[in-house]
């Protein structure tokens, strides 16, 4: 173990995003305990490709308060039309089943970290 990783304690279990389609949207999503940051991209979509690690690392940070989903727009065509996605990458954040903020195309990680902090879990204890 380096002097860094020995200052700063081990690294928290990567959270994997939960993978949703038409099949399991509403189980998942629209009833979730938790709030939801729901990842919508497609095949071969490039700013869906950067927008991966990001999504990877929101699920891990906020493992426990926010459940982060993802869908593949291909393999869900009910819920990407009932949702209204026109393109991909979409963000959308849910806080009991409903739909509070949506971020279409490509957008930094401190961008997504500000909406869930602001619309899903609140500002952080002090």
């Known amino acids: 173990m380096g002097l860094l990783a ?6 928290p279990p990567r959270v994997q995003p939960l993978h949703v389609d038409d ?8 009833r979730a ?15 869906c490709r950067q927008l ?17 989903v993802e869908m593949n727009a291909a393999e869900a065509p009910e819920f990407t039309a ?4 026109m393109g991909t990458p979409t963000v959308l954040f849910f806080r009991r089943g409903r739909e ?15 909406v869930i902090e602001h619309q ?4 952080p204890a002090a």
């Open 6 to 11: 020995s200052l700063l304690g081990p690294k």
């Open 23 to 30: 099949e399991s949207f509403v189980e998942v999503v629209a």
């Open 33 to 47: 305990k938790l709030p939801v940051l729901l990842d919508v991209w497609s095949p071969g979509c490039g700013p």
């Open 52 to 68: 991966e690690p990001i999504v990877m690392d929101l699920a891990t940070e906020y493992a426990g308060r926010v459940q982060v």
């Open 82 to 85: 009932r949702l209204g996605i």
């Open 100 to 114: 509070v903020e949506r971020v279409v195309g490509f957008v930094g990680s401190r961008y997504l970290r500000e």
């Open 120 to 123: 899903l879990v609140g500002p």
